[in-house]
């Protein structure tokens, strides 16, 4: 990409999005395409096809999606399927139909089957049964791959399908119902400390595993691959081979132990609770990131200093 190419960011309000703008504009990015749901609505076929012919971006980042914790998934199932394949499906045929150069179409780990051997390496896509309490939203991500994947096949594009961890960082999602479990954690701990509350509860045993990446980093990993070589960028979109890699960090922490850097970035002082009625989820989901690794990008922040940054976007979202 050159500094001054036509780039779109779906979704550029959200947690990914709005990293993603960030990371653009402070690498000298400035010619950004910027549209609210209510200004474009990705759902609207002719609505997204007709902006498309009307821009003609070169670059897309499509991170625009319908996203959510396990309750959310669990509530919304519909919502959760229908929603993504309809975004997807408009911006990847319109990006085709207008001759965008490249995209990067965003996923999560939770593609993988639920019993995937650790760390997750990539060919493990399709390989098992998936985690049901997110399985819609799954398969509209996996159908967005292989639409990715088919594309370049067929119409030799240049799609890249790019699957983070967990991410959390600034402008998330601090809805206890409807939110991931860091954002979830830290106003939970943020409300017990200022209401004197002695205990915070915590879904689930505290057991199970998961890897967590800062938006921040996720969105410099974004632009690293959008920027890569043809030659580089092709060994990765090459029609022969599915377009997919892993963004992430490649090492993990317990829930237990990501409640108690929680408490102590918050802190709250009290005693935490596991509610072990509720559902804990996949066990575990660490990435391999050895791809993404060998061609020289690596994360920088770590997950506590992550969390303060992620804490103090939360105490000042209102203000």
Partial sequence: MNKDSKILVCGHRGLVGSALVQSLKEQG??????????????????QTLDFFKQEFPEYVFLAAAKVGGILANNTYPAEFIHNNLQI???VI????LTNVKRLLFLGSSCIYPKESPQPIKEEYLLTGPLEPTNRPYAIAKIAGIEMCWSYNRQYGTKYLAAMPTNLYGANDNFDLNNSHVIPALLRK?????????????VWGTGKPRREFMNSTDMASACVFLM????????ELAN??????INIGVGHDVTIRELAELVS?????KGKIVFDETKPDGTFRKLMDVSKLSSMGWKYSIELKHGLSFAYESYLNKDK
Avoid: I, W
């Fill in 29 to 46: 990015y400035h010619n950004l395409l910027l549209r609210t749901h209510t200004e474009l609505d990705l759902m609207n076929q002719s």
């Fill in 88 to 90: 997807q499906s408009n």
């Fill in 93 to 96: 045929h319109s990006s085709y």
């Fill in 189 to 201: 701990f943020d409300e017990a400390k200022k209401s004197g509350s002695p205990t915070v509860e």
């Fill in 227 to 234: 920027t890569l070589s043809d030659q580089k960028f092709m």
């Fill in 239 to 244: 029609p022969s081979v599915c377009p997919l």
């Fill in 264 to 268: 102590d970035v918050v802190g709250f």
